[in-house]
């Protein structure tokens, strides 16, 4: 069944509470005819650890925000997460909820494992907006995920600020960018649901070679992907990394 503005599938995105970038990133990358709707992943835990496996923990309760909207796919954005469960927990969640809700559920983790699957990349450089501990967990969830971690770049953050990845500008993204200076990478990913990386990745779709994707644009892919039924292809993919769908629009608009 569709629905007035998403004849081509509606999407249901999972956001962290305080996430002022995903859902504005999800919609800018939205094909014609796909829309999403947004729930929001929420916890009173004192900690940011404890708040990320929670949101997970609770995904059963956030997706009952949907009702019976007729949701082609979800979309949970938050990388975190999936670091601090692993991989077997990780699998084991989402496959069944999407056994369970009766469609394609999927996480910005696995998404970014099936981008690089579909670039035939296995060496990656990250940029990490992340602490040194939660910078850590990632690194083993990608190694434990098949993937080489070849260079790891931080982007630069304001700690003051009401949340440090959610304010970041695209100018830090862009600096911590052209500081990688490794040519092994066959593909780099901008880490982080929270870090605003569209502008960058319109300015540097490549990088030393290698396609420059973010775990948002890896999600909005796969999402669309998976609602439409459609095969992972790296053709669509270096599309969608060259913004040739959505580019305009977001310059347009931001």
């Not at 450089?125 to 260079?151: F, H, N």
């Not at 600096?175 to 990478?185: F, G, I, P, W, Y």
Request: net charge neutral; hydrophobic share 45%; with cysteine.
């Amino acid at each position: 069944m569709s629905v007035q503005y998403a004849p081509n599938g509606l999407i249901g995105l999972l956001t962290p509470q305080a996430n002022t970038t995903a859902e504005i990133e999800f919609a800018a990358l939205m094909p014609r005819g796909v829309a999403a709707l947004v729930a929001r992943m929420t916890s009173a835990c004192p900690t940011l650890e404890s708040r990320l496996i929670e949101y997970f923990e609770r995904l059963d309760d956030t997706i009952a925000q949907f009702a019976n909207a007729p949701i082609a796919a979800m979309a949970a954005a938050c990388t975190g997460s999936s670091y601090l469960i692993g991989p077997e927990r990780e699998d084991h969640l989402f496959n069944a909820l999407s056994t369970r809700f009766g469609c394609p559920v999927t996480s910005a983790g696995r998404s970014v494992v099936a981008a690089c699957e579909a670039l035939s990349a296995r060496r990656i450089a990250l940029l990490s907006p992340y602490s040194d501990s939660l910078t850590g967990e990632s690194i083993k969830y990608w190694q434990a995920r098949g993937l080489e971690v070849v260079e790891v770049i931080r982007v630069g953050s304001d700690a003051a600020a009401f949340h440090p990845i959610y304010a970041i500008r695209s100018d830090a993204t862009q600096v911590a960018l052209q500081s990688l200076t490794t040519d092994r990478a066959q593909a780099i990913v901008a880490l982080g649901t929270g870090m605003p990386s569209l502008a960058t990745l319109l300015e540097y779709p490549q990088w030393r070679g290698a396609p420059v994707f973010s775990c948002m644009l890896a999600l909005a892919w796969n999402a669309v992907r998976l609602a439409q039924g459609t095969p992972a292809h790296s053709v669509s993919l270096l599309d969608v990394i060259a913004g040739k769908d959505w580019g305009a629009r977001f310059r347009a608009r931001f």
